[in-house]
């Protein structure tokens, strides 16, 4: 089982859709969540984190996060073209060395207009 | 203007010809890890480095050594490169007590191809 989960896509989506996208993690104790995009041919950077079972909002973006299920998802309100890209999934898992952040191998998400 | 660089950007060679690509940050970051991106597998920690001098296997540290002289700089090198470390590299970098909250800086990437 992988540490952390995605599934590739492509998700398609219309303009002004709602894009859902969803990550499963295996380690119950991990402790801290993320959000990254990645376009094409670009670098990864952060757009959230999470850190407690819940919601959190930032402009069009939500972040959700149930450690009970262990899954955590992004959901993006009235998706533009410009949303089109990868969205990795990142957890901080405990470790005896000390914390460790990994990455999931994220879905591609394609707004169509 | 705050930024990681990483050279060269581009580069292709042939088995066993040892190459470095350099990384540099300008934020004053203490922690500095290299990644390697594929398809289907992620981004995959090679080395990270917590300050000067001070440096860590990732996951896949295998045929990659780095070194931390100084505090802006973590270059990344391969002694003898394989086809199989074909791949996309990325350096990032974070202060300390911000690695816990994922805030990592990506550089633009390198891709390396390995004839």
Redesign the interface.
Known sequence: QKE?EQN?GPLSVPEGAIASLNCTYSDRVS????WYRQYSG?????IM?IYSNGDKEDGRFTAQLNKASQYVSLLIRDSQPSDSATY?C?V?RVMG?G?K?T????TQLKVEL | EAQVTQNPRYLITVTGKKLTVTCSQNMNHEYMSWYRQDPGLGLRQIYYSMNVEVTDKGDVPEGYKVSRKEKRNFPLILESPSPNQTSLYFCASSLNQRVNTGELFFGEGSRLTVL
């Open positions: 952390v590739s402790q801290s969540f993320f670009k670098s990864p950077e952060l984190s990795l990142a901080i060395g914390n952040l990455f999931g191998t994220g």
